[in-house]
Each structure stands twice: as structure tokens, then as C-alpha cells.
């Protein structure tokens, strides 16, 4: 039978107990709920920053209308708003593909410093071949070239940022194999915040850097370094992508 959902309160207040802030027979006091739950938040935000802590990819679906080169996600309360919010900011992007009457044209990511700096049409229209991702501060764009000469539905595969957690709120956007290095993740930060950073042992340490490798592991980011890629967003692709 599945384990009920462990609440946001019972998480924080469990990793209080790691650094010995609390017992299960001694309530938080003061803010300390609150702080938790808002150093747990910097936490998920912070793992949005390249997508290595965050382990699981989703799939997003777009439909590209003519001539429209980019798509934005992010928040809702983002102003102006994002074409994409159910999803929140992209973090890091793995595949990305267009699809035309049930034919599929995986696009090339492209680095924003080798696209900038290459030569191209910039207004053309065809088949988009190459995407690019530009990252801001609150959003995410992405960008494919060239722009499409007609509908295409753009699929975006990747990790995006985690949503924020309220005290009213379960653990349930995460992954159960996921609590544990967060409860040790959260209590480290926290010894910090209370004062208490000799109560994060060494044996604490090797316990948390422990958890954090398997989490890393998990996660699907490709953390190969590309060397000696051509860029080749003109010639022949260009004459390709105009069909």
C-alpha cells in the first residue's frame, strides 16, 4: 500500500531534527517553520540555475505558428506573459523536435554565443533545423531557426523550475528517492540560519555529499564537453531549411 504524502510542515521540521534544532516531542518555535519553508524554496530555486539537481525531464508541446521564431516559459505572474506557464521557466533543455502530418525533424541545439556569432538570414522561413536557448532572469526563450514557413508543433524536453512550496502544501511534485538528499540538502542550510553549523558533523557531510552523487546520477543531463563544432547555420542547411 503507498506511503501517504509526507507534508511540506513534517519535511522541514524533520530536517530541523538532522542538526538537532528540534525533537519529535518539541514543536519549532517562532519563525522557523516559515524560514524553512522559504530556505527550501531558495533551495529548488537555485537547483533551476543549470538543471543538475533537478531529476526529472517533462515534455511540453507548442504549436509554431508562420513566421514565429521563439517561445518564452515561465511564470504566470511574469509580465509580459510567457507563451508557455504550466511548466514554469525552462531549466535545461535535452531534446527538442518539430512535428509536420505525423513526421518528426529533431532540431540541432545551438549555443547562443555560436549562433550570434555566425552569419545568417535572419528573416528566413522553412524548416526550422537548429534551436537556440537564451536564458533570463525570470523566463526562459527559445529560440528555432529559421523561423517555420508554416504550423509546426515544437516539442521541448527538459527540466524545468521547480515550483514553490507553501506550509499548506504536500511533497508530492517530488520524487519519493528524491526526499532524502533534500532533507540533508535542507538541514545543512539550516544549520547555517540557526547558528548551529558545529552541529553539521563531518559524518553529516560525508553522508550528504554521499546522497548528492546519487542524485546526481540521476539526473539525465548529458555533462559531455562538445570541442571543434562547426557551426553551419549557412550553405547547404540554409538552402535546406528554405524547402
Not at 216 to 227: F, G, R, T, V, Y
Request: hydrophobic residues 35%; aromatic residues 12%.
Amino acid at each position: 500500500m503507498p506511503q501517504p504524502t509526507q507534508s511540506v510542515r513534517e519535511f522541514v521540521s524533520d530536517s530541523y531534527q538532522i542538526i538537532s534544532a528540534s525533537t519529535p516531542t518539541v514543536p519549532l518555535h517562532g519563525n522557523d517553520l516559515s524560514k524553512g519553508i522559504a530556505l527550501l524554496n531558495r533551495l529548488l530555486s537555485q537547483y533551476s540555475a543549470n538543471g543538475l539537481m533537478i531529476t526529472v525531464s517533462k515534455q511540453v508541446d507548442f504549436t509554431l505558428l508562420t513566421g514565429q521564431g521563439s517561445v518564452t516559459f515561465g511564470p504566470a505572474t511574469f509580465v509580459p506573459l510567457p507563451d508557455i506557464t504550466t511548466e514554469g521557466r525552462l531549466a535545461n533543455l535535452e531534446n527538442a523536435w518539430v512535428t509536420l502530418s505525423n513526421v518528426t525533424y529533431p532540431l540541432i541545439q545551438e549555443g547562443r554565443n555560436d549562433f550570434f556569432s555566425s552569419y545568417k538570414y535572419e528573416t528566413l522561413l522553412g524548416l526550422p533545423r537548429y534551436v537556440i536557448v537564451k536564458p533570463e532572469t525570470n523566463i526562459t526563450t527559445v529560440q528555432v531557426f529559421p523561423a517555420p514557413s508554416q504550423s509546426y508543433e515544437l516539442s521541448i524536453y527538459g527540466k524545468f523550475q521547480l515550483t514553490d512550496l507553501t506550509s499548506n502544501d504536500d511533497m508530492s511534485t517530488l520524487p519519493t528517492y528524491y526526499y532524502l538528499y533534500l532533507q540533508f540538502a535542507l538541514a545543512k542550510y539550516l544549520a547555517v540560519y540557526k547558528g548551529r553549523i558545529s552541529a553539521w558533523t563531518p559524518e553529516l557531510e560525508d553522508n550528504y555529499r554521499v546522497l548528492k552523487t546519487d542524485m546526481e546520477a540521476a539526473s539525465s543531463q548529458n555533462l559531455d564537453i562538445m570541442i571543434n563544432r562547426e557551426s553551419f547555420l549557412n550553405g547547404a542547411n540554409r538552402v535546406r531549411s528554405g524547402i
